[in-house]
């Protein structure tokens, strides 16, 4: 893990997607953060110390999800696959699907595994599982505020992780994609899915990954946009947390509400043509029991003194 001192910065943006906005200061207290995502190695020996079964290796119980489609109440996860033609942009479920099998294990279904994944992030993880790992290892899921205060290292108000440039000077400083979404992947960066989780250059604090390879879960739930700043410097918020889980609901269907939590940091499947998530103040909300294969988190420790 690595120390974060902690501060005051500005946290969203304006320039970007709705749920960014507004731009207000909040102050951190010092925290450590894992400098990495975990790891499959890392979860492989959580899973092997205390028996953990993820959510996606287990069936939905029917009574969790009325009127949902039997043939879908079966162990598994969302996985990726690049559609024939681009079609409309907004359908989704063009290049998402659900695949029985698929989990941590077996991240792209039946028939795939770990073997030379090892020190890639952890996929398929839920919420529920990051937290699970996260006690296991005496430490917690971060704040969405603490989160972006180490994805800018230090760099307060830039873009990026790493200054003004997705791309400066033609180097690629994380894993992103490159090609019309979701038809053609360049993998001008070196990389098709998840990379290892050291493959590209830290941030002004030393860590590792922190934008682009995989989404990474927070411990905050997600409302649609920041507060107002504070009118005064005298009561601008410390430590913030995100809204309620009552802020959160999707309602997915009649009598079917769905609590979310707020992922940073977006994934390998972030385009500049399709999502411009590859930035610390972006955000996104995420289904508590819904994982995929481009879904992971870190951890951190808070500090009490």
Known sequence: MIRIAGGLFRMGSNDHYPEEAPVHQVHVDAFLMDRTPVTNRAFARFVAATGYVTVAEQAPRPEDYPGANPALLVPGSLVFRMPIDAGDPDDWTRWWQFVPGAC????????????????????????TDAAAYAQWAGKALPTEAEWEFAARGGLDG???A????????????ANTWQGRFPVENLAEDGF??????????????GLL???????EWTDDWYRPRHPAPAEKSCCLPRNPRGGTIEDSLEW????LALPRKVLKGGSHLCAPSYCRRYRPAARQPQSVDTGSVHIGFRCVRRLTS
Not at 162 to 173: M, Q
């Open 209 to 215: 990954d922190m934008i682009g390879n995989v989404w």
């Open 158 to 160: 830039s873009a990026y």
């Open 162 to 173: 790493w200054g003004a440039e997705l791309v400066p000077g033609g180097v690629h400083r």
């Open 252 to 255: 997915a269907a009649p009598g």
């Open 104 to 127: 941590w294990r077996h991240p792209q279904g039946p028939g795939s595994d770990l073997t030379g994944s090892e020190d890639h992030p952890v996929v398929h993880i839920c919420h």
């Open 192 to 205: 098709v899915g998840t990379s290892p989780v050291a493959a590209f250059p830290p941030n002004g604090y």
